[in-house]
Every structure is written in structure tokens, then in C-alpha cells.
């Protein structure tokens, strides 16, 4: 996956996180000692492998207060991948708060990430290239 030069990728303390509603394995993206989003993946189940939606491959990123889908634009599509960029909020504040996201799945490997970051910090040509670039494979040991 292409990420801007200045972003410092650094583990989260701890093996788990909480990504929507299920752990996960994440990273934070640093800039100038600053933290301006994460990169997370998750495992899913599928009711029916061959009509997968990503409604239901993503489920756990819809809650009470945020919504990792909203506005969903798919821009990737294979017949068992798919890239889309979205645009996060939530309203713990009590207000509207919006983060530029992408999510990426893989049936064959039942996995997906999701990236987060806070938005107006990339173009959306840098989002999409981003986007495109990502590739989910099987973890190197």
C-alpha cells in the first residue's frame, strides 16, 4: 500500500484494539508527533460466499455513534475484492465529526482493513491512489 512520506506507522500498545465492534490488530499514523488516524483489520463471516455485500462484511463498522461507511464509494471491484473510499463520522461530541476512511476486503483471505485518518490532509488524488494500491495478502512470518 502506497502512505505519504510523512506518515510514521507505529504498532498500538497492545495486540488488540477495538475496530467498530470486533479486536483487531492496529497501527496509528503519526505525523509530526502527532496521531491523525489508524490503520486496523478484522476478520468476517459471510451468510452466502457468493453474494457477498459489504454491508454485511463490514457490519461491525456501523454503531450507535459512528458510521465507517458513510458516504461508501466503491472506486476497486474483483470478484473477490473490493477497495472503496468512504468518509467516517461520529457524533461522540455531540456534533457531526468527519475523517476521510478506506476500507478493503479479501473473501479468499476473510479478512479487511480499514483505514481512518483525519480529513483535509490529503488530496483526494493521494486518496485514491492510496486506495488503489492496497493489496491484502496472507501475513509474512
Request: glycine residues 4%; contains cysteine; aromatic residues 12%.
Amino acid at each position: 500500500m502506497v502512505i505519504p512520506e510523512e506518515w510514521t506507522l507505529i504498532p498500538y500498545d497492545g495486540i488488540n484494539r477495538i475496530f467498530g465492534m470486533t479486536p483487531c490488530y492496529a497501527v496509528d499514523i503519526i505525523v509530526n508527533e502527532n496521531n491523525i488516524g489508524s490503520i486496523s483489520n478484522s476478520v468476517f463471516q459471510l451468510n452466502d460466499i457468493n453474494q457477498p455485500s459489504y454491508q454485511e462484511i463490514y457490519c461491525y463498522l456501523r454503531e450507535n455513534h459512528r458510521d465507517f461507511l458513510n458516504e461508501y464509494n466503491e472506486i476497486n471491484k474483483a470478484d473477490k475484492t473490493s477497495t472503496a473510499i468512504t468518509r467516517p463520522f461520529n457524533d461522540f461530541s455531540g456534533e457531526d465529526e468527519f475523517d476521510t476512511g478506506i476500507v478493503s476486503y479479501d473473501i479468499n483471505l476473510m479478512k479487511y482493513i480499514g483505514i481512518s485518518f483525519d480529513e483535509d490532509i490529503l488530496t483526494e488524488e493521494q486518496i485514491q491512489t492510496m486506495a488503489e494500491s492496497i493489496k491484502l495478502s496472507e501475513a509474512e512470518n
